[in-house]
């Protein structure tokens, strides 16, 4: 999904518009996968984004196990639907150059997409959300801002 078309950045669906600074994490403590989604559900979850945290985190954990959301460019985009989701969002963590996966690269960009389960006519929300978000970290120029970033303001208005 993330090594497709490259285009110009896009705005993310109406409702994801905007991130809430409290959906930025520049200074990501984690060292493993399963730790860094962790740390990023929590944010979900005191936002009131989540009905059941630990129901989220092993919808997203099952997904990873099926296929690694590396995408290249030291990015992942770990997410899952779930009827746990209240409301579509994303969380936007950066860390320092961490193992993902054994056969991946490092990652230092990870947006921790929740999505809520589909409802009739809703189908392709997942591929909209997961095509917009990887459209945006795909560009260099985004990622650069994203490595430079010292303030919360600075990555969300790369979404914007």
């Known amino acids: 999904m993330c090594k497709g078309n490259r285009g110009s950045p896009i705005l993310i669906l109406d409702k994801m518009k905007t991130i809430k600074p409290s959906f930025v994490d520049l200074n990501l403590n984690a060292t493993s996968k399963k730790e860094a989604i962790s740390l990023l559900v929590e944010h979900l979850w005191n ?3 989540l009905s059941e945290k630990e129901h989220y985190f092993e919808a997203v954990l099952k997904r990873e196990e099926l296929l690694s959301t590396y995408c290249g460019y030291a990015i992942a985009i770990p997410h899952a639907e779930s009827n746990a989701v209240k409301e ?3 969380v936007f963590g ?23 389960s589909a409802e009739d006519g809703e189908e392709n929300k997942h591929i909209e959300m ?26 969300i208005n790369t979404f914007n």
């Not at 950066?94 to 809520?116: G, K």
């Not at 990622?143 to 303030?151: M, Y």
């Open 47 to 49: 936002e009131g984004k």
């Open 94 to 116: 950066r860390t320092s150059d961490m193992a993902w996966d054994e056969e991946d690269e490092s990652v230092q960009f990870i947006i921790l997409l929740a999505i809520p």
């Open 130 to 155: 997961m095509s917009n978000v990887a459209t945006i970290a795909l560009e260099e120029d985004i990622r650069e801002k994203w490595v430079n970033a010292t303030t919360i303001e600075e990555i």
């Open 88 to 90: 579509a969002s994303f």
